[in-house]
């Protein structure tokens, strides 16, 4: 299954934070509605954005977010995977 993920760097409080949706909806879309009251550009809320690919339980970031500028993170697999596990 392939869908779309933003790792904020908050979210309602929540340091760090992976977001996963479904791949019909836009990046810039999904950072919008997530970004703390009064920031004009949600893009500064994000540390890297792109792709997600979940097959057999594992999960795997990758690509890049173009209506954000910005790219997937190698480490955003390694925390998606601990964050899928509950830990």
Do not use: W
């Amino acid at each position: 299954m392939k869908m779309k993920y933003i790792h904020f760097d908050n979210v309602g409080g929540i340091p760090d934070i992976i977001v996963i949706f479904p791949e019909c909806l836009k990046h810039d879309f999904i950072a919008r509605r997530l970004a703390p009251v009064g920031m004009e550009n949600p893009a500064d809320n994000v540390l890297s954005a792109g792709f997600v690919s979940i097959q057999d339980e594992q999960a795997s970031c990758y690509g890049e977010s173009t209506s954000l500028k910005k790219k997937s993170d190698p480490e955003d697999t390694a925390m998606l995977q601990r964050m899928l596990r509950g830990y």
